[in-house]
Structure formats: structure tokens, C-alpha cells
């Protein structure tokens, strides 16, 4: 086995080849002829702006990449700085590679630095623990129609809403305030989500939701007439990687909270995945009810993403850390 530094574009290939390697691995891993170029693409836009980044390899059989990049302006609209995580699943020499060079990698790195590793190398979670970052959220995703069905039950006796409580359709007038909402509720509660109540990613939230159009789903909950909720998707009906796939974007303020709205959230929402023909249900939480109605919609972990500045322990986790790969 050698450590060595390789040209840019045999990093580049070697990322993406073990990225796909990794997602592979996943139930809902649609395996789409359009997925290696895209995540080429990817691994060429991390390794672009990287600090550092490293390979190991075998001849010319790459084994495992960590990079370091700061991106100007992510997905979230704010700049992040990525430590990426990509190795040959199942191989042991690699896993312990990236958990020694992690040990030296890390010592610089501040407390914005965002770690995604890949699911089947999520035994690098105790690594990064030894050097105070801690799982700020789980990427899962599932079958739509495993989840339709999970939920049909409950799809069939929603809880009765307080009657000052009604929930209606997100108009484009609702944007603005939508977006002051996602301001309030994670100022009050950022380790739900650490760029939620930043400008910048209220202000892309704000662009995306009216650029999607149709392919946006948006509802808002008022309460006395004040909007005090909100949930919607963006539905893809062409990922490259995951072919038609959707996320639900939940943000209820607390006087909408425990009223059994985030589960008539969801069953509006696979309603409208079942009619688009959404086949993978996608997003990242550490909230502890949608971590619980994941479970229940058999959904699968993806990646586990970590901070220094997350609050939550392992314990937050550990019913899916604990789960038979
Ligand atoms: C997360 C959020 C959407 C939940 O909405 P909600 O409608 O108030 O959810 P509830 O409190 O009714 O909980 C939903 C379910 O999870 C369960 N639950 C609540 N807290 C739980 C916990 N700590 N552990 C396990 N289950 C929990 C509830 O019992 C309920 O289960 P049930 O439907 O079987 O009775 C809402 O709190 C919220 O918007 N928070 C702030 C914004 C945010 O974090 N959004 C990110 C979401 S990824």
C-alpha cells in the first residue's frame, strides 16, 4: 500500500469512483448511467477550491481521498469550509489510512468546518469524536412508495386541528414572511439547522422557492390568522443521481409544534410524490420526531455530516448508529 499525492484529474476520477462505490451500497441507490459524471462534477468542484487533498492508492487503484475546500458559496448559500471523506467500502486498511491522516488533518480547522462521511464509513465518526466534532445531522433516504405505505394508517386519521389553526397553500405573497420564520426558529434553535437563519440562505431559499415553480409544493400553517408554520418540496423529476426524488422542508414555529402537524405534512407531501412519480424521498434532520417518522418510513442513512459547534452527543443517534449496516 503507498500514500501518494497524484495529478488532479486521477484525483478527481478516483473521488467520484469511490463516491459511487459508497452510494452503491444504498437501497434506494437508483445506479443511473448519469450519476458518474455528476459526481465527477462534484469531485471536481470540491477538489477545485481544496487546501489539502490526499489519496491513497494501490498502482493505479485509488483506495481512498480526503480533501479539504472551502466553497465561496455552497448549496446553502453561505460559504462552508468541507472536509470530504471518500473510501473503497469494506476496506479495512483505508478506514484506518483516513483515521490517521483525519488526526493531523483536523488540528487546523475551526468550528465551521462542515465533515460529510459516507454511511459505510461511518465507523470515522469515533475519529472525528476524539477531536471534538459531533454529528450535526443524518442524510436519509427511502422508497416513497415504502414510505406511502409505512404511513398509510396514519394518512387515514389525521389529528384534529385547534380550530384558530388552518393550513393552506403557500402563495408568493408568503415568501418574505416564511423567510422571517426560518429566521426566528433557528436563531432560537440552531443546532436543528446552523445556516437556517442566515441571510444568505434565507435569500436563496427565498430565489429557489420562486424559481421552481411547479416543480414547488408549499403550504403555511396559520394560527389566529398569523402564519406560523410552514412545510413544502422541491421535487426533481430528473436528478442525475437520484433519478425523481424529493425532500420535505419542515419549519413550524412553537405555538404550531405538537399539534400532529409535521404528520399531516407528510402525508400531503408523498400524496403529491405518489401523483409526480417521486420515487426517492431524501433529506437531513437531527430533529428527534422526523429522525423517529424516518424510521418509521424505513428510510436509510446516507451520510452523517459533523461540527464542532453540534450540541447533540452520540446518544441523539444511537438507535441508527446501533442498526446492522
Ligand atoms: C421538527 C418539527 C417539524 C416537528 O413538528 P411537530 O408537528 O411539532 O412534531 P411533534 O412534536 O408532533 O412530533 C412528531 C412525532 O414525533 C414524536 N416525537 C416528538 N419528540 C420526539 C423525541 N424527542 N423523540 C422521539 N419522538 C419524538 C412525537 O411523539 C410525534 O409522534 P406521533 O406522531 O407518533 O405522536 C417542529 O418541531 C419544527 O418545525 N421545529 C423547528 C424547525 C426544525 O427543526 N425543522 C427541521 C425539521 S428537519
Given at each position: 500500500?503507498?500514500?501518494?499525492?497524484?495529478?488532479?484529474?486521477?484525483?478527481?476520477?478516483?473521488?467520484?469512483?469511490l463516491?459511487e462505490?459508497?452510494?452503491?451500497?444504498?437501497?434506494?441507490?437508483?445506479?443511473?448511467?448519469?450519476?458518474?459524471?455528476?459526481?465527477?462534477?462534484?469531485?471536481?468542484?470540491?477538489?477545485?477550491?481544496?487546501?489539502v487533498?490526499?489519496?491513497?492508492?494501490?498502482?493505479?487503484?485509488?483506495?481512498?481521498?480526503?480533501?479539504?475546500?472551502?466553497?465561496?458559496?455552497?448549496?446553502?448559500?453561505?460559504?462552508v469550509?468541507?472536509?470530504?471523506?471518500?473510501?473503497?467500502?469494506?476496506?479495512?486498511?483505508?478506514?484506518?489510512?483516513?483515521s490517521?491522516?483525519?488526526?493531523?488533518?483536523?488540528?487546523?480547522?475551526?468550528?465551521?468546518?462542515?465533515?460529510?462521511?459516507p454511511?459505510?464509513?461511518?465507523?470515522?465518526?469515533a475519529?472525528?469524536?476524539?477531536?471534538?466534532?459531533?454529528?450535526s445531522?443524518l442524510?436519509?433516504?427511502?422508497?416513497?412508495?415504502?414510505?406511502?405505505?409505512?404511513?398509510s394508517?396514519?394518512?387515514?386519521?389525521?389529528?384534529?386541528?385547534?380550530?384558530d389553526?388552518?393550513?393552506?397553500?403557500l402563495?408568493?405573497?408568503?415568501?418574505?414572511?416564511?423567510?422571517?420564520l426560518?429566521?426566528?426558529v433557528?436563531?432560537?434553535?440552531?443546532q436543528?439547522?446552523?445556516?437556517?437563519?442566515?441571510?444568505?440562505?434565507?435569500?436563496?431559499?427565498?430565489?429557489?422557492?420562486?424559481?421552481?415553480?411547479?416543480d414547488?409544493?408549499g403550504?403555511?400553517?396559520?394560527?389566529?390568522?398569523?402564519?406560523?408554520?410552514?412545510f413544502?418540496?422541491?421535487?426533481?423529476?430528473?436528478?442525475?443521481?437520484?433519478?425523481p426524488?424529493?425532500g420535505l422542508?419542515?419549519?413550524?414555529?412553537?405555538s404550531?409544534?405538537?399539534?400532529?402537524i409535521?404528520?399531516?405534512?407528510?402525508?400531503?407531501?408523498?400524496n403529491?410524490h405518489?401523483?409526480?412519480?417521486v420515487r426517492?424521498?431524501?433529506g437531513?434532520?437531527?430533529?428527534?420526531?422526523i429522525?423517529?417518522y424516518?424510521?418509521?418510513?424505513k428510510?436509510?442513512?446516507?451520510?452523517v455530516?459533523?461540527?464542532?459547534d453540534?450540541?447533540?452527543?452520540?446518544?441523539?443517534?444511537q438507535?441508527?448508529?446501533?442498526?446492522a449496516?
Amino acid at each position: 500500500m503507498t500514500e501518494t499525492q497524484t495529478g488532479h484529474d486521477a484525483a478527481v476520477a478516483a473521488t467520484a469512483g469511490l463516491a459511487e462505490a459508497a452510494r452503491a451500497l444504498h437501497p434506494a441507490w437508483p445506479a443511473l448511467a448519469t450519476a458518474r459524471q455528476e459526481l465527477v462534477r462534484d469531485a471536481r468542484r470540491r477538489l477545485h477550491c481544496a487546501d489539502v487533498f490526499e489519496v491513497l492508492a494501490d498502482g493505479d487503484t485509488a483506495r481512498g481521498v480526503l480533501a479539504v475546500n472551502r466553497e465561496p458559496r455552497s448549496w446553502t448559500g453561505c460559504p462552508v469550509r468541507d472536509l470530504t471523506v471518500e473510501l473503497l467500502p469494506g476496506d479495512i486498511d483505508a478506514l484506518r489510512w483516513a483515521s490517521e491522516r483525519v488526526s493531523t488533518l483536523v488540528a487546523g480547522l475551526d468550528d465551521e468546518t462542515w465533515v460529510r462521511i459516507p454511511w459505510p464509513h461511518r465507523a470515522l465518526v469515533a475519529t472525528f469524536e476524539t477531536h471534538g466534532f459531533n454529528i450535526s445531522s443524518l442524510v436519509l433516504a427511502g422508497s416513497v412508495d415504502a414510505a406511502r405505505r409505512a404511513w398509510s394508517e396514519r394518512a387515514a386519521a389525521p389529528a384534529e386541528l385547534p380550530s384558530d389553526v388552518c393550513i393552506r397553500e403557500l402563495v408568493a405573497a408568503d415568501v418574505e414572511v416564511v423567510g422571517e420564520l426560518r429566521r426566528r426558529v433557528f436563531t432560537e434553535q440552531p443546532q436543528f439547522c446552523w445556516f437556517g437563519a442566515s441571510d444568505a440562505y434565507i435569500a436563496s431559499w427565498k430565489r429557489e422557492v420562486l424559481r421552481a415553480g411547479p416543480d414547488h409544493y408549499g403550504w403555511v400553517v396559520e394560527r389566529g390568522g398569523e402564519v406560523a408554520g410552514y412545510f413544502g418540496s422541491r421535487v426533481h423529476m430528473a436528478h442525475v443521481l437520484w433519478g425523481p426524488c424529493g425532500g420535505l422542508d419542515l419549519v413550524l414555529g412553537a405555538s404550531v409544534r405538537a399539534l400532529g402537524i409535521a404528520a399531516q405534512a407528510y402525508t400531503r407531501i408523498l400524496n403529491v410524490h405518489r401523483e409526480r412519480g417521486v420515487r426517492v424521498l431524501k433529506g437531513g434532520t437531527s430533529q428527534p420526531a422526523i429522525l423517529r417518522y424516518a424510521a418509521e418510513m424505513k428510510r436509510s442513512p446516507l451520510f452523517v455530516f459533523m461540527r464542532r459547534d453540534s450540541p447533540f452527543s452520540r446518544r441523539h443517534f444511537q438507535p441508527w448508529l446501533a442498526a446492522a449496516p
